[in-house]
C-alpha cells in the first residue's frame, strides 16, 4: 500500500531551521511528483516546493532561496530543509504524491492521490 509519513516539524525560533522528512513505501519517492504542501486554519492548503523526476524544482516566492527540496533514493524518503523561519511559515506541513505524472508536476492539492499525516511547524518571533 502506498503510504507517506512525515517528521521532523516541531517549535522553533525566527530565524531558526528544521527538516522535515517524508519517507514513502508502496512506490519509489523518485519517479512520481513528490511535493510538500502547508495549511493554516482558515486557509486553503498551498504548494511550498515541489520536483520531478528531471530533477526540476519549484518554490513558492514566499520561500524562495529559504527552503530546500532534496531526496535520498536509498531511505526512499523527501526533504524539506527549511531556514531562516519567519512566524509566517507557522503551518501543518504534508508530503503529497501524484502517481500519475513524473513530471509537468502540479501546485493543485486535487492533483495528489497520496497525502501524509502532515506535522506541525510553529516559529515564534
Known amino acids: 500500500a502506498v503510504q507517506l509519513v512525515e517528521s521532523g516539524g516541531g517549535s522553533v525560533q525566527a530565524g531558526g531551521s528544521l527538516r522535515l522528512s517524508c519517507t514513502a513505501s508502496?512506490?519509489?519517492?523518485?519517479?512520481?511528483?513528490v511535493s510538500w504542501f502547508r495549511q493554516t486554519p482558515g486557509k486553503e492548503r498551498e504548494v511550498v516546493a515541489r520536483?520531478?523526476?528531471?530533477?526540476?524544482?519549484f518554490y513558492a516566492d514566499s520561500v524562495k532561496g529559504r527552503f530546500t527540496i532534496s531526496r535520498d533514493n536509498a531511505k526512499n524518503t523527501e526533504y524539506l530543509q527549511m531556514n531562516s523561519l519567519k512566524p509566517e511559515d507557522t503551518a501543518v506541513y504534508f508530503c503529497a504524491a501524484d502517481l500519475t505524472r513524473t513530471h509537468s508536476c502540479s501546485g493543485r492539492p486535487e492533483e495528489y492521490g497520496h497525502w501524509g499525516q502532515g506535522t506541525q511547524v510553529t516559529v515564534s518571533s
Open positions: 508502496g512506490f519509489d519517492v523518485d519517479t512520481p511528483c
Open positions: 520536483r520531478d523526476i528531471f530533477g526540476g524544482s
